[in-house]
């Protein structure tokens, strides 16, 4: 057997099978580019699902990192450490908005967020103990906790994790007349993506997150952007809202906030939301650790500078432009994003998307399949125009154009 058949032998074996990973075995990783443990080389067209905007290895964040480390990694929050302030300053001031609640992976951000929308529900808005709703739209994809699981459609998620979380409303993603029939007197939050990542790269109609935020102001609701893989740059802006002129009251934010390097995650909104809580009634050990937040700082002074979300605006047009000139051939019946970043529908008599993934993976390129025909691109942010028209052609020999 080969080191990669050895290995890949024995993650089967004492690995929960959770995913269905491709079979590489990556050994290192810089800038766009990852080295399997044979030594072949591989164009990384997934970035981690975003958690890798600014590539692997990336030297500011590693030197960040790397002098942390030698000073403290964490405290807790029974302490304050002297990061901590800088960290929720510098990321509230990136979003526009006051207050920052750290923890460390999306999943926990999103739990986070509910439960900053229910408490603000009863003591702000007034709805009646254990009454307080949340809307949130079909093909979403927030986690897999089993409040998250609770309000998603997809039945690989959900199936054998129940009794569901209660308080959940499902509507179709995109329709703004469903979101509003949705809404009580009980509504506290809307929950969405402004792009479905899982889904497939889902961008909603024009107009449509205008309206939602309209209606959620109307209706005294808070509107919570999940933007924890939309957000940090990928789209070529900051955060997805900005290209509708959207702000929600409360941004969650994770994967490329660490860097590629620690799990980082935050709900970021204003004082009057965030305030609703007091101490002991949530927390995280790790979350807001010094270690996180030098990492985290380095990242918002990356995004801050503005060249990231430059970058990913134009080889987007570019990258869109290749895809759409796929679409004519037939090949792929869709093609879908924005930024740096696109879901793209293989015709049927082309092959399944993980066949595809399979046949780049050969070919050197790595992406990843989802909703049986769709792959995803998204690189990281920083790869070069040759790098990313090279692995097109990758995309285009794999589909026989």
Wanted: glycine fraction near 12%; charge should be negative.
């Amino acid at each position: 057997m080969t080191t990669t058949e050895t290995l890949i032998a024995a993650a089967e074996a004492h690995g929960a099978h959770n995913y269905a990973p491709l079979p590489v075995v990556v050994a290192s990783g810089d800038g766009a580019w990852m080295t399997d443990v044979e030594g072949r080389r591989y164009l990384d067209l997934l970035a981690g699902y975003s958690a890798l905007n600014f590539g692997h290895r990336n030297r500011r964040i590693i030197e960040a990192a790397k002098a942390q480390l030698e000073r403290v990694t964490l405290t807790s929050r029974a302490f304050h450490h002297d990061r901590y302030a800088a960290f929720c300053e510098e990321l509230a001031g990136l979003c526009g908005m006051e207050m920052v609640l750290p923890m460390n992976t999306g999943a926990e951000a999103v739990e986070t967020a509910v439960k900053t929308a229910r408490k603000w529900g009863y003591r702000v808005k007034g709805v009646p103990a254990e009454m307080a709703k949340i809307v949130v739209a079909g093909g979403n994809f927030h986690g897999r906790t089993t409040t998250v699981v609770s309000f998603s459609t997809d039945r690989e998620a959900r199936a054998d994790f129940g009794p569901y979380t209660a308080g959940f409303e499902i509507v179709p993603y995109g329709d703004a007349t469903a979101m509003r029939e949705a809404m009580t007197e009980n509504t506290v939050a809307v929950l969405l993506e402004p792009i479905q990542g899982e889904s497939g790269v889902i961008v909603p109609p024009s107009g449509y997150l205008p309206a939602v935020r309209e209606l959620a102001r109307e209706r005294n609701v808070l509107f919570v952007a999940d933007e924890i893989q939309s957000g940090l740059g990928r789209t070529g802006r900051t955060f997805a809202c900005e290209h509708e002129g959207v702000v929600p009251d409360m941004y969650v934010l994770g994967k490329a906030l660490g860097g590629g390097v620690v799990p980082v995650s935050a709900v970021v909104s204003s004082a009057e939301v965030l305030g609703v809580f007091r101490p002991g009634e949530h927390g995280s050990t790790f979350g807001g650790n010094p270690l996180a937040c030098a990492v985290a700082l380095e990242v918002i002074a990356m995004v801050r500078s503005g060249e990231y979300q430059a970058r990913s605006a134009e080889l987007g047009a570019h990258l869109h432009r290749e895809l759409a000139a796929l679409v004519d051939t037939g090949r792929v019946t869709q093609a879908r994003g924005r930024g740096l970043w696109a879901g793209v529908d293989i015709a049927p008599a082309y092959g399944t998307g993980r066949e595809v993934s399979e046949k780049l993976m050969e070919r050197g390129v790595l992406v990843k399949d989802t909703h049986g025909a769709t792959i995803r691109i998204a690189p990281p942010l920083v790869i070069g125009e040759e790098d990313l028209d090279w692995g097109l052609a990758q995309l285009r020999a794999v589909l026989g154009v």
